[in-house]
């Protein structure tokens, strides 16, 4: 069974509009984070969402272009905002969860953005 | 900072085939290290973890040992099957239950049969 779902799970989007990309967890998690993977490259750490608090972000990316929303403690939403080209990539949140007697990160299927 | 370095590839080898790939890593502080696999049109997983020196991760018949004193993962198979073939990252987390977590680049494995 999924433990953590994205929607949508891929979009083709017009250059300069926004795409907002929705994350949930099955069970309540502290913390959340969003990743970004371009086109055959690695993943790259965008933003840490803690709920009740702005989100965290990493050297090279800012809150007006990925605004955040961390609502409560099984959703999160990631924006894309003001599209261009070169923000075609895979987004990803993932979660850490308690499984058994370990805690395990756990990541969605991810969100294929193609930005013409 | 935190970084983890890992071999380029692609790696291209033939069934049954000995698997080793590399993985050193930079941390401050004591991080949990990770392999991570991504096969063909589908999500990240969890291969293996180790979260202290010395210790083993294994799964699927993949090993990694957390290797201190050399700060290396390394990801190895004895023997390599076509289903193997997918992408690689190796990949730390450090700080208490956060799992704030850094990834290599990846390395693409192709098994031919």
């Known amino acids: 069974s999924a433990v953590i779902s994205q929607k949508p799970s891929r979009d083709i989007c017009q250059r300069g509009t926004s795409l907002t990309i929705q994350c949930q967890v099955d069970?309540?998690?502290?913390?959340m984070f969003w990743y970004r993977q371009q086109p055959g490259q690695s993943l790259t750490l965008i933003a840490t969402a803690n709920q009740g608090s702005e989100a965290t972000y990493e050297s090279g990316f800012v809150i007006d272009k990925f605004p955040i929303s961390r609502p409560n403690l099984t959703f999160s939403t990631l924006t894309v905002s003001n599209m261009s080209p070169e923000d075609s990539s895979i987004y990803l949140c993932?979660?850490?969860?308690?499984?058994?007697?370990?805690?395990?990160?756990?990541f969605g299927p991810g969100t294929r953005l193609t930005v013409l | 900072g935190n970084s983890v370095t890992q071999m380029e590839g692609p790696v291209t080898l033939s069934e049954e085939a000995f698997l080793t790939i590399n993985c050193t890593y930079t941390?401050?502080?004591?991080?949990?290290l990770f392999w991570y696999v991504q096969y063909p049109g589908e999500g990240l997983q969890l291969l293996l973890k180790a979260t202290k020196a010395d210790d083993k991760g294994s799964n699927k018949g993949f090993e990694a040992t957390y290797r201190k004193e050399t700060t290396s993962f390394h990801l190895e198979k004895g023997s390599v099957q076509v289903s193997d073939s997918a992408v690689y990252f190796c990949?730390?987390?450090?700080?208490?239950?956060?799992?704030?977590?850094?990834f290599g680049a990846g390395t693409r494995l192709f098994v031919k049969a």
């Open positions: 941390a401050t502080g004591y991080p949990s």
């Open positions: 990949a730390l987390s450090v700080g208490t239950g956060g799992f704030k977590t850094i």
């Open positions: 993932s979660a850490p969860m308690r499984r058994g007697t370990n805690n395990e990160q756990f």
């Open positions: 069970s309540q998690v502290t913390m």
